[in-house]
């Protein structure tokens, strides 16, 4: 008898927290390894962010607070929608998450049926498609390759719509492959959903203010659609606060609703003392926030090195990604090809290969709804960049 529940079954673990847990394996083990696998700003939070937060520990905020978060952070989050994404939504519509990934799982669990269908653009980040399964939904993929700056088209979205469909999960800047949709291209879009009054969009933000050129732009601007847009986003990214696990969805009330129903079953509110150290972090204007500024700056400087580096290996193809903080070559050029007695089929066998030769931790493709390709974060310093690809450089060498 198996005492796991089928549900559990079907799901995949985490590639990126794999990657990072054989990483640490190899560490204990006395190996220099470079890990590259995992999505995590390598800055601390901001002085005045953790100023706020010792501010709520010595004025004992430290109970429970609402569900949905305390009014002040959801005025300060819907006060941040206007400034940024010019966006209007009422505190009531915000629900406060144990960091987005929290508010992805929300939504879905609230929107979707079984056997319902959710359109998920490939790339994607990991947690996707698992999410569509525990909500007992069905995913379908548009795959968008590296020659179209993994980017999909109005014309494959209209294609995959249904009348099953019920959700299309959207990322930009997009976790693996960094890839930041215009207005133009977003608006293109928008309008296919316009046709489809049973289809919701949700748009996963958290990337939005790692943008090198140009700016962000959200789902939520566009009128025809907008009644029908779930914007996700939180601190983790922008403001270095992973730790802090604070998140949150903007959405129409009947599904904000639903989802502070699922949270309040489930986890209750995020840390209070978190909430109080996030209204300052979105009061802080990006544009006139120094910390945040330099940490742009410096991934640009980063992603440049190490597109510079990654230029220089035969066969490795790579798009020029505007945010985040990824790169996601191409390396089919070596697949096929042979360490001794022992074939690199895929990316997973070639980011194995290089974890166990090199020490250096990647993650494959496959694991982001694209096998002909490998994630690496720069999240990480200059030096560290240019001894791993180093690094990699001698074991792509070797086979043959």
Known sequence: ??????????????????MTRKSFELKQQG?????????????????????????????????YTAVPGIAELREAICEKLQRDNQVTYTPDQI??????????????????????????????????????KLAEG????????????????PEQLREAITPATKLIMFNSPCNPTGSVYTREEMKALADVVADFPHVYLLSDEI??????????ESFGQFENIKDRVIIVNGVSKSFAMTGWRLGFLAAPLTIAKACNKIQGQFTSATSSISQKAAIVAFKANPTETPELKEMVVKFRQR?????????????????????????????????????????IHNGDELCLHLLEKTYVA???GSAFGDENCIRLSYATSEENLIEAINRIRVALAELK
């Not at 008898?1 to 794999?18: D, P």
Request: with cysteine.
């Open 207 to 216: 990337y939005e203010h790692i943008i090198f050129e140009g700016k962000h």
């Open 303 to 343: 992603r440049d090195l190490l597109l510079s580096l990654l230029n220089t290996l035969p066969g490795v193809k790579t798009n020029i990604p505007n945010g985040a903080f990824y790169l996601f070559p191409d390396v089919t050029a070596y697949y096929g090809k042979k360490y001794g007695d022992k074939v």
């Open 31 to 63: 190996k220099a390894v470079i890990n590259l696998s995992i999505g995590e700003p390598d800055f601390d939070t901001p002085e005045f962010i953790k100023n706020a937060a010792k501010k709520a520990i010595d004025d004992n905020f430290t109970h």
């Open 138 to 153: 069905t995913a379908v993929f548009i795959n968008a390759g590296i020659e179209h700056d993994f980017k999909i088209t």
């Open 95 to 132: 629900v406060v998450c144990t960091g987005a990934k929290q508010a992805l799982a929300n939504t879905l669990l609230a929107l979707v049926n079984p056997g319902e269908e959710v359109i998920v653009p490939a790339p994607y980040w990991v947690s996707y498609s698992e999410m569509v």
């Open 1 to 18: 008898m198996n005492a796991v529940s089928e549900r559990i079954n079907r799901l995949a673990e985490s590639a990126t927290l794999a």
């Open 362 to 364: 990647l993650v494959p």
